[in-house]
């Protein structure tokens, strides 16, 4: 793959000569009139605001929507904290006041917050995309008429467009930028660059040079009576508007901006004009008959090689741009036009002439709107592939090299080194020649050009900041005077993002010119060979396709030179590296039975594993006069190869071809077969490996002499990142260790004092509150203590708040208020204290691929502590699973998790056991030996806390039982105390109403209202034995007296006959 | 049963804690590791980064036999030079699964570990031990990181010696630069893998995120692929213009660069800092909400 596939956008104006439509070729927005303002985003692509809000939106909005559903409590409802079964028969009644209250916890604060902070990105971003941008600029388009020609008299009518910013008026007058176009374009084709010259505070005038779109006139080729007469009438238009600032009267202060055509415009301008005040001209011509018709070992284009691909482009272009031309608004997806030209333009720029078959316009169809003269000129040369003196007089009238001395303007020269049209050799002779008056002159490189485009982001920026410096010091006056140093870049390889070129700038103190400052010689070798002119110079070798595009994909498939048609000499493998800047050059030597020969002698980088690659696809076209027939006698001549700038790895190889027919260049028709040779005889040991196979004929050798130009890299917004990197990683250092400054010292201020009456208290709660975010109260008030060698129950129904309390005592939860002592240490979330408690909250949890033993030892592991603390065995005894423990945990069942939970409780042994619900699951032998483990550990000064639903539980285990009802304590105290036997006795019995007449009787024993069928009496200190023998002798049949309890009491009192609704407030 | 040692009384410090107890010594690195690495889904994921380049090796035998152009293009030039030497081969295990799978495995160690906690359960008590929330956290992070990088260089370890044993020890060679000479090759190797690494760090990040938001493992490793796919697909968009370069996948494949001469560091650069900024935000997120949220799983 070569590099130019990936260059499709071609900014010079030449590149729609290969569409027939003359409108701009590269902008979106062709704008007639005063100018509209424009929009942030993407220019052609509508609407903008769409890509500019998506792209902030759909990430947010979709984190936001996958945070809430994967947020916990989402699928259950408000009251995340249900636990058990039992809660989750809710009723209609528990189900319309969650209805009731939805609305008030959907709002909760915090989803107020993240909903008004994304409604509000939602519309910055919206607005941000939709609002238009303020220019600072207005934009008129006007028809200009010129009066040129050589008396002056003859009027053209300019198409123009003049971009005034706003801060200018005639108090505040702005210099002025004449912004020219390249051929073929309009003054649309440099709109975006006059929006940022007006940006940067100039006045701009483009317009639409003769011969093209809407002015009239014909072309001249930049003709000093013409098109050069026309840009100075424009600047006496400048002079008039009270905006422009001027030197004197009728002098306005004025830079000429272009390129190609417009840069060539620029420089006659400045050599016409000396109102021109700098000028920035841009991969343009020095010579435009030696740009044509190149010779490279020095002589005239008279003797030229015709540059016949370009010149067809170029003359085929001006014939057919222009009203009643060939332009066809539907044909702008021809196979040239590229995807710029698929843009619908402005109906209002459309030609009036659109649409009309070929031919149909008046004038010359030979010659379009091309002047006779240069028509001609142009047939005359295309004919014969040569040109004669008129021609080459009618191209140099056209060229800045014969007034270069007449430039006093500052001249920044911008040129390609992708250029097959206007080499580099261009620019060096226009700066050369415009120095040798004094004139300032500055030069820059860069790795586009007419074949290589605007070049990569690095250049296009380069050149933009050279061009704002420039113009500002010596229009505007600002800025320190522009250095005369030379920048210039080199393709470094491909964007590893978006298969772009990028490019590596450089940067020396003084323009060399194209032979460098210094010199690398490098032999190459090959025998005398053979080469063939082929008839008409049909087929050729194709180098390069002037503006192939997207065709340039097929060159690396189809580039290459003929066999029979071209001789190799090659170098040895380089040892190290060569930076090329600038021209090399050889020696050979032809010779040639007529006497004459054309030849291309090009320079390939030949990597030893890859392609041979023809740096931009430049050669060297000769014409050799006065050769021998034989080679001995030919005598050596210099070829300077074209200006490069190209890095030449170390192990590659420099191969010198000699080719007799180039696609892009006219050649003899005749068929002659040339011998080519290299400058001298083959120095000793300079035999390549291929050509020493091609034993019997002696080796010729030559140096290719390399310029090189010693650069420094220029700096870019890389080295800006990589300091942001930098930056970035220190600030993120430096957060980390204030962070963990600021939090040890929180550590340290935290309050570790112990509460001395609770010291020796194992657990202490106080008025403990918890609040969950959706505003669901769990706890509402609960005190109790634990004391050492207690085993306490917590005693409520499902959803009581039991289990939210356990949470809080385990630092899994934040409690809302009240506080929590664990042997007087104030237990929050982490608190070193937790570590004297054991616990089994909400179920077992464990590592569901490990072995209940592996579990065990995971689990102490993470503690950190010594292992003799563990106590293993004393732990597995107590979850009693045998050979089992060695089993992975997701083959236990629910009572064995739940064993295995209580012993990993159990581990170390600490001072308070915490356990919720832990006979869950266990049968009833294993919940009789718990009971009796837990008893047993209460008792040497440790504690147990143990909630349960089950009053029989807490009744057998519990020496100390807390109820908890709803969030609040409804009852505490020893159960002996609040299980001891309640006053009140139900007795069954076979006559219940004759009973209640006995039992009225009885004093003080009082019948509770609210039970049928057995009676509930509170004997209140009567003797239950004194009270059956009543009944029993009243005659009633007493079939069971059951003592109540309080406790039980209490809890079904509070309770009710079911929990219904217990989880509700 | 016997409760003998019952009355031995443990001698807590001043801070409270048991005797033994030392907040810095809970849940060490080492341990955590060592949980990580009984679990099945770890060694898969391990497994499968050796058996990667295997299989692929495998695969390119079969290829000689077809005489289909396999689909022409990049991709056939692609396996060409996949099969010129180790480092080739390396490169290639590496390319094809540095868009989706890497980023799956990095999503399935970050985003896994703390919400697979929740969902067995057993993360309230490693909180109840107590290991510090912020410790907790810190040591998960350092692990899946580990687990993360381990993965990497399992694949390309794998691949570079599978590939030099059936393909030799040959210079780096690529569609954009000119070959590398097998020693610098091996530094742009380390290179890739290092970028690589850094990038993925958003996905361990974001996946790391959800893991402690959420306590259903799977929707953090999904959650975070799906995200990542999602901010790929955006990517593509070029109407997005420069929005495109805050999206954490734009400079993912900034590590062609490497492979250029010179070596181009600038969308580097940018990727490194794009990542570092999204995985310092997740991460920051990640610990102010784990140490402040109500864990009730």
Not at chain 1, 194 to 205: C, K, T, W
Not at chain 1, 418 to 424: G, R, V
């Amino acid at each position: 793959m070569s590099y130019r596939e990936s260059i499709s956008g071609i900014g010079w104006d030449e590149r729609d000569l290969r569409s027939d439509d003359p409108r701009p070729p590269d902008r979106g927005q062709v704008v007639a009139g005063p100018a509209r303002p424009g929009h942030r985003g993407q220019s052609g692509l509508s609407p903008p605001s769409a890509s500019g809000s998506y792209g902030v939106l759909m990430p947010s909005l979709l984190l936001a929507r996958l945070r809430r559903a994967l947020r916990p409590g989402a699928g259950r409802g408000p009251d995340g904290v249900r636990t058990g079964s039992g809660a989750s028969a809710g009723s209609d009644g528990a189900r319309s006041v969650a209805r009731a209250g939805r609305w008030r916890r959907r709002l909760t604060r915090r989803r107020v917050i993240a909903g008004s902070t994304a409604l509000g990105l939602a519309a910055a971003a919206v607005g941000w995309a939709v609002w238009p941008e303020r220019t600072s600029w207005s934009a008129t388009d006007a028809v200009i008429t010129v009066h040129s020609g050589p008396d002056g008299t003859e009027p053209v009518q300019l198409d123009t467009t003049f971009f005034l910013p706003h801060a200018a008026s005639a108090a505040h007058p702005v210099p002025a930028v004449l912004l020219a176009h390249g051929f073929g374009g309009t003054k649309q084709s440099v709109r975006a660059d006059a929006e940022d010259l007006a940006d940067l505070g100039y006045a701009v005038l483009t317009y639409t040079a003769r011969g093209f779109g809407r002015s009239g006139g014909q072309i001249h080729l930049d003709h000093p009576d013409y098109e050069v007469r026309d840009a100075s009438r424009l600047l006496d238009w400048l002079a008039q508007r009270p905006e422009i600032r001027t030197d004197a009267s009728g002098d306005p202060r004025v830079g000429v901006v272009g390129g190609s055509y417009g840069g060539g415009l620029a420089l006659l301008l400045a050599a016409h004009d000396h109102r021109v005040d700098a000028i920035v001209p841009m991969v343009t011509w020095h010579d435009l008959a030696r740009s044509f018709l190149p010779e490279s070992t020095g002589r005239d284009p008279v003797d030229g090689v015709f540059k016949k691909g370009w010149a067809g482009l170029f003359f085929g272009s001006g014939g057919m741009t222009g009203p009643g031309g060939l332009t066809a608004p539907g044909d702008a997806t021809g196979p040239g036009s590229g995807p710029d030209g698929t843009e619908a333009g402005d109906p209002a720029e459309r030609e009036p002439g659109a649409g009309t078959p070929p031919g149909a316009a008046g004038g010359d169809p030979a010659c379009g709107r091309f002047a006779a003269d240069v028509c001609a000129a142009y047939l005359r040369i295309a004919t014969s592939g040569r040109a004669d003196a008129d021609a080459v007089a009618l191209l140099r009238r056209s060229s800045p090299a014969g007034v270069l001395d007449r430039i006093t303007a500052p001249t920044l020269l911008i040129q390609g080194e992708a250029d097959t049209l206007f080499p580099l050799s261009e620019a060096d002779a226009n700066a050369r020649g415009i120095a040798a008056n004094g004139t300032p002159v500055r030069v820059a490189w860069f790795t586009g050009g007419h074949d290589g485009g605007n070049g990569p982001q690095s250049d296009q920026d380069r050149i933009r900041y050279l061009t704002a410096q420039w113009l500002d010091h010596y229009l505007k006056g600002t800025g320190p005077a522009p250095s005369t140093s030379f920048t210039w870049s080199r393709i470094a390889g491909f964007d590893a993002l978006d298969r772009g070129l990028i490019a590596s700038g450089f940067t020396t103190t003084a323009y060399p010119g194209i032979t460098g400052t210094s010199r690398v010689r490098v032999p190459v070798a090959g025998p005398a060979q053979r080469i063939a002119n082929p008839p008409d110079g049909n087929p050729a070798a194709i180098s390069a396709l002037p503006f192939a595009g997207d065709l340039s994909a097929l060159l690396d498939r189809v580039t290459g030179d003929l066999p029979g048609q071209h001789a190799r000499f090659e170098s040895a493998p380089l040892t190290e590296a060569v930076d090329v800047v600038g021209a090399p050059t050889v020696r050979i030597r032809a010779a040639s039975p007529t006497g004459e020969a054309v030849l291309f002698v090009k320079l390939y980088d030949v990597d030893p594993d890859g392609p041979a690659t023809l740096a931009n696809g430049l050669v060297a076209p000769v014409r050799l006069t006065g050769l021998p027939a034989d080679i001995t006698a030919a005598r050596p001549v210099g070829v300077t190869l074209p200006a490069i700038v190209r890095r030449i790895e170390a192990g590659h190889r420099l191969r010198i071809v000699v080719a007799t027919a180039d696609q892009a260049y006219a050649t003899p028709a005749e068929p002659v077969t040339y011998t080519v040779a290299l400058g001298d005889s083959a120095p000793a040991g300079a035999a390549p490996g291929n050509s020493a196979a091609a034993a019997p004929a002696p080796l010729t050798g030559a140096e290719v002499s390399l310029p090189t130009v010693a650069g420094e890299p220029i700096a870019t917004s890389a080295a800006v990142w990589r300091w942001v990197l930098v930056g970035l990683l220190a600030a993120i250092v430096l957060g980390l260790v204030v962070l963990v400054a600021v939090l040890r010292r929180r550590h340290r201020r935290q309050d570790t004092s112990v509460v001395a009456e609770y010291a020796d208290t194992p657990l202490v709660v106080r008025d403990l509150r918890k609040e969950y975010a959706d505003g669901f109260v769990a706890v509402s008030r609960i005190g109790f203590e634990v004391r050492r060698g207690q085993v306490v129950g917590l005693l409520g129904p499902n959803g009581a708040g039991k289990t939210t309390t356990l949470r809080v005592l385990m630092g899994l939860t934040r409690p809302t208020a009240g506080e929590i002592y664990v042997f007087g240490h104030r237990l929050t979330p982490g608190s070193p204290v937790l570590s004297r408690i054991g616990a089994l909250v909400e179920g077992p949890g464990f590592l569901p691929h490990l072995s209940g033993l592996e579990n065990l030892r995971a689990y102490w592991r993470a503690t950190g502590r010594p292992w003799e603390d563990a106590h293993l065995d004393e732990a597995l005894e107590i979850a009693g699973l045998g050979d089992s423990v060695h089993r992975k945990i997701r083959t236990y069942s629910h009572g064995m998790r739940q064993r295995l939970a209580i012993a990993q409780a159990m581990l170390g042994l600490p001072e308070l056991l915490v356990l919720d619900e832990p006979t869950d699951g266990l049968d009833p032998p294993q919940i009789a030996e718990m009971r009796r483990v837990l008893r047993r550990y209460a008792t040497d000064g440790r504690a147990v806390l143990v909630s349960s639903h089950l009053l029989a539980e807490v009744e057998q285990t519990c020496t100390h039982a807390v109820v908890v009802h709803k969030g609040q304590i409804v009852a505490a105290g020893a159960v002996e105390e609040i299980v001891g036997e309640s006053p009140s006795t139900q007795f069954d019995v076979s006559d219940p109403e004759a009973a209640r007449a006995v039992l009225d009787r009885l004093s003080g024993v009082r019948v509770l209202p609210g039970t049928n069928g057995a009676l509930v009496v509170d004997t209140n200190g009567t003797a239950r034995s004194e009270v059956v023998a009543e009944l029993v002798r009243a005659g009633i049949a007493v079939d069971r007296v059951v003592p109540r309890r309080r406790l039980e009491d209490a809890f079904l009192a509070l309770v009710g006959e079911n929990s219904r609704g217990s989880g509700d407030r | 049963m016997a409760m003998t040692d019952l009355r031995r009384e443990t001698a807590p410090d001043a801070a409270g804690g048991a005797r033994g107890y030392r907040p810095r010594a809970t849940l060490s690195v080492g341990t955590e590791w060592r949980r990580q690495a009984s679990r099945r889904r770890t060694r898969f994921a391990l497994g499968f980064m050796v058996l990667l380049p295997l299989i692929i090796l495998v695969a390119f035998q079969f290829d000689r036999a077809g005489d289909d152009d396999n689909g022409g293009g990049e991709f056939a030039s692609l396996i060409e030079m996949a099969t010129s030497g180790g480092l080739n081969f390396a490169l290639f295990s590496i390319f094809v699964s540095a868009s989706f799978l890497l980023v799956v495995v990095v999503a399935l160690f970050c985003g896994d570990t703390v919400a697979s906690e929740a969902s067995w359960g057993s993360l309230r008590y490693l909180l109840a031990v107590p290991v510090p929330r912020a410790r907790l956290l810190a040591v998960k992070l350092v692990v899946a990181l580990g687990y993360s990088l381990l993965a990497l260089l399992l694949l390309a370890g794998t691949a570079l010696l599978v590939g030099t044993l059936r393909y030799g020890w040959s210079p780096l060679r690529s569609t954009v630069a000119a070959q590398i000479p097998p020693g610098e090759g091996l530094l742009r190797l380390l290179g890739i893998l290092g970028y690589l690494a850094v990038v993925l760090l958003a996905v361990a990040g974001l996946a790391f995120l959800l893991s402690v938001t959420t306590d259903a493992a799977l929707g953090a490793v999904g959650g975070a692929v799906l995200l990542w796919i999602l901010s790929s697909i955006l990517d593509q968009i070029t109407a997005l213009g420069a929005l495109r370069g805050l999206l954490p996948t734009h400079y993912a494949s900034a590590w062609l660069g490497l492979l250029s001469t010179p070596v181009q560091t600038d969308d580097i650069v940018k990727g490194a800092i794009s990542a570092t900024c999204y995985a310092t935000v997740f991460w920051s997120l990640a610990f102010w909400r784990f140490t402040r949220k109500d864990v009730t799983s």
